[in-house]
């Protein structure tokens, strides 16, 4: 079964870090790209940073840009989110999505990690 | 956010069809496919609609999808009750080089 689970979220005070992990299973994880989304309580999704098979293409939503950074681990088939400098704003879901391009499409999620950023 | 545009709701009553819309522009929907989801609460977003059009095997034909210019849609016939649920869309922009995303629509079924 194909699977994406994430972990790592908790609560964070302002300016603090933490990393997010998706660990997936059930396909080959260096054959596709990768993505993390976010939702906000009570807004939409957001698109937050992608990157391609081997980590040598990423993209960072201009929110996040220069704050957060996106990798992973081919060899444990794990996507990482290093979220830096944290915000109010960065309060959310975290979900991890399988793919990354228009073509692939975000076909496969996580059920999501909560991240909260709060004094 | 980048918001793809959805009306927050509809409504349908067992066995009939409902479409749920979703509005974009040139630079996303108008140049690049569409993606449909349902999402329930707690739950992870499962694909519904792929490349406008194409059904995931396991995914009901009654569920299928539709783009024209800048607006695409999601039909669901044959309405049954456990249907009801978020339904929402996606399209990579081009001009902002980013993921898209429908403000999602609220299925209730009668």
């Known amino acids: 079964e194909v699977q994406l689970v994430e972990s790592g979220g908790g609560v964070v005070r302002p300016g603090g870090s933490l990393r997010l992990s998706c660990a997936a299973s059930g396909f080959t994880f260096d054959d596709f790209g990768m993505t993390w989304v976010r939702q906000a309580p009570g807004k939409g999704l957001e698109w937050v940073s992608g990157l391609n098979w081997n980590g040598g293409r990423t993209g960072y939503a201009d929110s996040v840009k220069g704050r957060f950074t996106i990798s992973r681990d081919n060899a444990k088939n794990t996507l990482y989110l290093q979220m830096n400098s944290l915000r109010a704003e960065d309060t959310a879901l975290y979900y991890c999505?399988?793919?990354?391009?228009?073509?692939?499409?975000?076909?496969?999620w996580g059920q999501g990690t909560t991240v909260t950023v709060s004094s | 956010q980048s918001v793809l545009t959805q009306s927050p709701s509809t409504s349908g009553t067992p066995g009939q069809r409902v479409t749920i819309s979703c509005s974009g522009s040139s630079s996303n929907i108008g140049s690049n496919y569409v993606y449909w989801y349902q999402h329930l609460p707690g739950t992870a977003p499962k694909l519904l609609i792929y490349r406008n059009n194409q059904r995931p095997s396991g995914v009901p034909d009654r569920f299928s999808g539709s783009k024209s210019g800048t607006s695409a849609s999601l039909a669901i016939s044959g309405l049954r009750s456990e249907d009801e649920a978020g339904y929402f869309c996606a399209a990579w922009d081009d001009s902002l080089s980013v993921w898209m995303f429908g403000g999602g629509t609220k299925l209730t079924v009668l």
């Open positions: 999505a399988r793919g990354q391009t228009a073509r692939e499409g975000l076909d496969v």
